[in-house]
């Protein structure tokens, strides 16, 4: 039975598709059957492995019209890596959901054909927190946040606890809190490690202890549509994903 | 007769906030009246100045309850700056609006009794393309997009530019682009360069001439509630924002 989870911070450019990219195309590595599955209308994570946002079918599909999951997903590069593409269409799709019955809960019914077929489906989603985030942590079993070690984002962590309470108790009762990811850290600046000792003195071991840091590289990767694995693997940025996806598997997996 | 700038770009975390808080502070102290509107749920422009985000009139007020916008502004630390406040509130701003009518011109109409006090109006936008992002769009003169020089953040221009085409053509004939902010630039990092080139190139003097660099005081400096240039105004950040200050004053001010 895959674990489902949802990649969530509503503020702006903190890492979550290249977290969602490398982190499932780590796991895929560690032979574990991932899905990823964007549900952003910048359809990142759809260029960011290499697929076009235009001209194939994709999650609009799906979330909108009620396709099924299945007719569109992607082999993305690794035998048990797969995509499931944004497209631009979903610009529209908050005002167009918010029109439908059980709007919230469209991608977990999407979503209960496809489960068994993989170990983890990771959402990418949109900086806001709008329908289609909460779509992801309605079909979620698990929430992770990826968190730059800066003000602003740390600012932003508390009203993503309270949407994470409030889905759980009328949409997701089962949704918990998996962990925090320190992203894009720089040992070097002072402001990193500040906000991170915060980060931890408030969410304690639900911070991973893997830290993702600043690499050019990880930036670099997504202009070839390859995660970091398939760019650079001996970049400190791929070692990070691939510690990450061991730690993950550790801390999520349930035997 | 105050000049509106909707600083927008759907690609979150390029220094959309840091710009508006940074870039208006500067215009304060070439003393223009300059009036920074924060359209963002986050609210980050509302902290960066120092003020709370709950408790105080916000923009929710006259964006969904129609108040009057004088019954929110705040003097912001120096004589002629001042900011309208976001709240938490905003959050459901884009569904609460979308059953009201005329919903995309809510904030233009809420400036027509304000734009005269104002040699500049600077919005903060959110990390999005809908009601909220398209209500600044509305309202604006002219539109501003912070970019950071790296491949995701590129690839959302065409698709930003599409969207200003589709408001100029149906809600704001006025619109036009200002120009384009390069930020956090590091000229040691070749794909800095390549990106900014590649912009240079499409965009050509559409790009303002100041560059933004990375200067971690900026990251500092919200923490503080202050804009750089009352928490370090040596910086090379504050420097930035007072020369790209100086050059918006001559590009956008028609006298
Ligand atoms: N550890 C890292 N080191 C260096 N650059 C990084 C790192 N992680 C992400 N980046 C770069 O920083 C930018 C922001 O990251 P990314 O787009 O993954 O964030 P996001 O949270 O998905 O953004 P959005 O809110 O727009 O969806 C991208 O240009 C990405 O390539
Ligand atoms: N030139 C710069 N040098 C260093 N850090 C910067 C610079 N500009 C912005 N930052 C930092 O980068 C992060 C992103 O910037 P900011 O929040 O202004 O972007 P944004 O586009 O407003 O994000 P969002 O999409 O969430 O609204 C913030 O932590 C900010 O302090
Ligand atoms: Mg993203
Ligand atoms: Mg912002």
Redesign the interface.
């Known amino acids: 039975m895959g674990i489902v989870v949802a990649i969530v911070n ?5 890492g979550k ?1 290249t977290t969602a990219v490398n982190l499932g195309a780590a796991l895929a590595a560690l032979e574990k059957r991932t899905l990823v599955i964007d549900l952003d ?2 359809a ?1 994570a759809t ?2 492995t290499g697929f076009p946002k235009r001209g194939i079918p994709s999650m609009y599909g799906v979330l909108v019209e009620g396709h099924d999951i299945h007719t569109v997903v992607q082999d993305a590069g690794l035998p048990t890596f797969r995509l499931a593409p944004s497209s ?1 269409d979903l ?1 529209g799709a ?2 167009e959901l ?1 029109e439908i019955d059980g709007r919230e809960g469209r991608l977990r019914v999407a979503l209960e054909i496809a489960r068994d077929e993989y170990d983890f489906i990771l959402i990418d989603c ?6 289609l985030t909460v779509n992801a942590l309605t079909a979620a079993d698990v929430v992770v946040v990826p968190l ?1 070690a ?3 984002a740390l ?2 962590v508390s ?1 993503l606890v309270d949407t994470v309470d409030r889905v759980r108790e009328t949409l997701n009762p089962e949704l918990e809190i998996g962990g925090i990811i320190l992203t894009m850290f720089d040992e070097r ?3 990193s490690r500040q906000v991170a000792d915060e980060i931890r003195n408030f969410f304690a071991e639900r911070v991973f202890e893997t830290v993702i840091p600043r690499n ?1 590289r990880l ?2 990767a ?2 070839f549509g390859k995660p970091i694995l398939m760019y650079d693997v001996k970049s400190r940025g791929s070692e990070a994903y691939i510690q990450l996806a061991q730690e993950f598997t550790r801390r999520l997996e349930v035997v």
């Open positions: 509503q503020k702006g450019g903190v598709t209308p910048q990142n260029s960011g631009i610009v908050d005002l918010s949109p900086p806001s927190l709008g329908l730059q800066e003000y602003y600012e932003g009203q600046v002072n402001l050019v930036a670099e997504p202009s």
